[in-house]
């Protein structure tokens, strides 16, 4: 990297997507010079833009797991910043169902989780058949503080935060390589555009990466070796005549939440995501799956033909092999500090805010 040109900066974060410009944001209340680098030409492009868009309220997560713990402070941080940018976001709740006595102790045991991580206002809910006669299920708990939100403009609203008390984002340029020396860590990025390699020198690195995030935390931290595991899902939009106030899921699954009906800002319906460990990133749907989705979704919505479904889009869940929690691993390297933000999938829209405080709070100087 020597002949390289060099720009030493306060603080580098890796990554434009909801957790990287969040994180970004924080950092710009106690260091001036904080970059921000993202590979593609817009923020937010990946995960961040092909999720569901849910708040979520918390009550899936072990207890004092960190994505129960981010999750219930993030989903407050979020409805008090939405609420107070003006940014579009309906607080619908939504009804989680049982379809067999197995399930619903899966049901009980959710809603005994909910209660000893603190999610207060779940309750057990029999009117729903009246509401949603379409719907077969054998009980329904309901969770009044699950909303939808307009996540685009939230995090372009982060962004815009971020710029304007002094950060920058440096679009188009991908981390390469990275280093350390007693200046900091070194990192070698490339503009997309022109292939000019540079290096930029900082003494306190994020790794907000994503998708890409496993792969980096190995070059800084060459202690712990991630494993990432891609797990993919596909969403299909309702075409039929039946509408939702709500949304509606099943019971969870190993690697998701079910295929849920959800609505969006508009009262679109639609369904998803679906679950299965890909080998690489690839965002077309297969639609070989279709019948198998069909099922799933028949398990609580059993009158839905396939032609009330169309295909939507995918999203890929950033998840570290064999571990179900967020994690954030820092730590200090010749003075260096970095933090490596790892397995970042649900709820990680609803948490970022809390993400961003967490990760701040981990930089000790
Ligand atoms: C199907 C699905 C549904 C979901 N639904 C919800 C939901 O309803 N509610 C909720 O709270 N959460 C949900 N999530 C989780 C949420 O979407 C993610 O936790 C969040 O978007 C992850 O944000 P991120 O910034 O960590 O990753 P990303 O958005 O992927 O951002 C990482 C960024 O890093 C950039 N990058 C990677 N490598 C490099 C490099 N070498 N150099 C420069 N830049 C690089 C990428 O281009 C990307 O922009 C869902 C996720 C999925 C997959």
Redesign the pocket.
């Given at each position: 990297m020597s002949k390289l040109e060099k720009f030493e900066v306060d603080c580098l974060v890796?990554?434009?997507?909801?957790?990287?410009i969040a994180i970004a944001r924080e950092l710009c209340t106690r260091y001036e010079n904080v970059f921000l680098?993202?590979?593609?030409n817009q923020i937010?492009?990946?995960?961040?833009s092909?999720?569901?868009?849910?708040i979520?309220a918390g009550m899936y997560y072990e207890q004092d797991s960190l994505k129960s713990k981010l999750c219930l402070k993030g989903k407050e941080l979020l409805y008090d910043y939405l609420k107070e940018r003006k940014i579009e976001f309906n607080r619908c709740g939504k009804y989680i169902l049982s379809s067999d006595d197995q399930e619903s102790e899966t049901l009980n045991d959710i809603y005994e989780n909910g209660l000893a991580c603190g999610v207060n206002d779940l309750v057990y809910d029999s009117s729903l058949n009246e509401k949603y006669p379409f719907l077969d299920f054998k009980e329904a708990i309901f969770s009044p503080s699950t909303g939808i939100f307009d996540s685009h403009s939230f995090i372009h609203s982060l962004g815009r935060d971020f710029q304007s008390s002094g950060g920058n984002i440096i679009l188009g340029n991908?981390?390469l390589g990275i280093n350390e020396s007693s200046e900091g860590f070194e990192v070698l990025v490339e503009d997309k555009k022109n292939r000019n390699q540079f290096v930029v020198i900082s003494k306190v690195l994020i790794n907000?990466?994503?998708?890409?995030a496993a792969p980096?935390a190995n070059l800084i931290n060459e202690q712990n070796i991630y494993k990432e595991e891609f797990v993919k899902?596909e969403y299909y939009i309702y075409q039929g005549k039946e509408n939702l106030e709500n949304l509606i899921y099943p019971t969870p699954t190993e690697n998701s939440l079910g295929l849920h009906a959800t609505i969006d800002l508009g009262k679109g319906i639609r369904f998803g995501?679906s679950a299965y460990v890909v080998d690489e990133i690839d965002y077309s749907l297969s639609l070989d799956q279709k019948l198998i989705f069909l099922e799933a979704v028949r398990s609580y919505w059993p009158g839905i033909k396939e032609e009330d479904l169309t295909p939507g889009y995918s999203?890929?869940?950033?998840k570290l092999k064999g571990i179900n929690d967020f994690v954030i691993d820092s730590g200090t390297v010749s003075n260096n500090q970095f933090v490596n933000?790892l397995g970042?999938?649900?709820?990680?829209?609803?948490?970022s805010l809390a993400l961003a405080i967490e990760v701040s709070e981990r930089i000790t100087s």
């Open positions: 890796i990554g434009g997507g909801v957790s990287g680098i993202e590979r593609n937010a492009q990946e995960t961040s092909r999720n569901s868009e849910v979520h991908e981390t907000s990466a994503g998708l890409n980096i899902g995501p999203g890929i869940r950033p933000v970042y999938a649900s709820p990680g829209l609803t948490s």
